[in-house]
């Protein structure tokens, strides 16, 4: 079946960079946006970037200049390179995939916390 595999989280220091991985498995890549959310803790899950097939990319506010999405159609993945993280964004990040007028799909998540 489908599935979403994410990768590269961990502890950061605030102000240092991070890229997250997602792996998408048993998909029709191209028919996807792919996307990574957010969700901190107490907080709603909140949309940090998605990226079409034609690598065209839409951010949300609260990360916007400090995140990059990017995605390698021939490997079926899709990334999120962090820098000058801060400590809010600590919590679950969430590969999630759509597709047009379809079905969605959404990874386990990862953790990232950022701390001295």
């Known amino acids: 079946q489908v599935q979403l595999v994410e990768s590269g989280g961990g502890l950061v220091e605030p102000g240092g960079s991070l890229r997250l991985s997602c792996i998408a498995k048993?998909?029709?890549?191209?028919?996807?946006?792919m996307g990574w959310y957010h969700q901190a803790p107490g907080k709603e899950r909140e949309m940090v970037a998605h990226?079409?097939?034609?690598?065209?990319?839409v951010y949300g506010d609260s990360m916007k200049g400090r995140v990059t999405i990017a995605r390698d159609n021939a490997k079926n993945t899709v990334d999120l390179l962090m820098s000058s993280v801060k400590t809010e964004d600590s919590g679950v990040y969430y590969c999630?995939?759509?597709?047009?007028?379809?079905?969605?799909?959404w990874g386990q998540g990862i953790q990232v916390t950022v701390s001295s």
């Open positions: 999630y995939a759509i597709r047009v007028r379809g079905i969605e799909f």
């Open positions: 048993n998909i029709i890549f191209s028919n996807y946006v």
């Open positions: 990226i079409t097939h034609a690598k065209v990319t």
